[in-house]
């Protein structure tokens, strides 16, 4: 059986971005209806924060990450690069396309 890295011994994120995990897209309707990956159309813009890099230093002023790591927040729809890795998709989020934390 092969050994599957850890994702957070594999990818360390840069000052200035978090690594999230996507959460899945929905596949069912509230009633129940399941619908094909091509009718989804949009990817989800929330995820789990995995890691978290350093603040980084803009005009004198220390900008941290917006969350904690394994907080869910909403990301902008086109921020982040995509990393895959094992066939799992993550993403590379700058801390400023961070748009929100769900409580």
């Given at each position: ?13 840069t ?5 999230i995990?996507?959460?899945e ?29 350093a ?27 995509e ?8 993403l ?9 934390v769900?409580?």
């Amino acid at each position: 059986m092969a050994k599957v890295p850890n994702i957070l011994s594999t990818i360390k994120p840069t000052s200035g971005y978090v690594l999230i995990e996507p959460e899945e897209a929905t596949k069912q309707t509230t009633s129940g209806i399941y619908l094909p990956d091509s009718a989804t159309g949009d990817k989800p813009q929330q995820g789990k924060i995995l890691a978290k890099g350093a603040p980084i230093y803009q005009d004198g002023r220390e900008i941290l990450s917006p969350a904690e790591k394994g907080a869910t927040v909403i990301y902008k729809k086109w921020g982040g690069n995509e990393v895959k890795i094992d066939g799992k998709e993550y993403l590379l989020v700058k801390f400023e396309d961070v748009l929100a934390v769900i409580s």
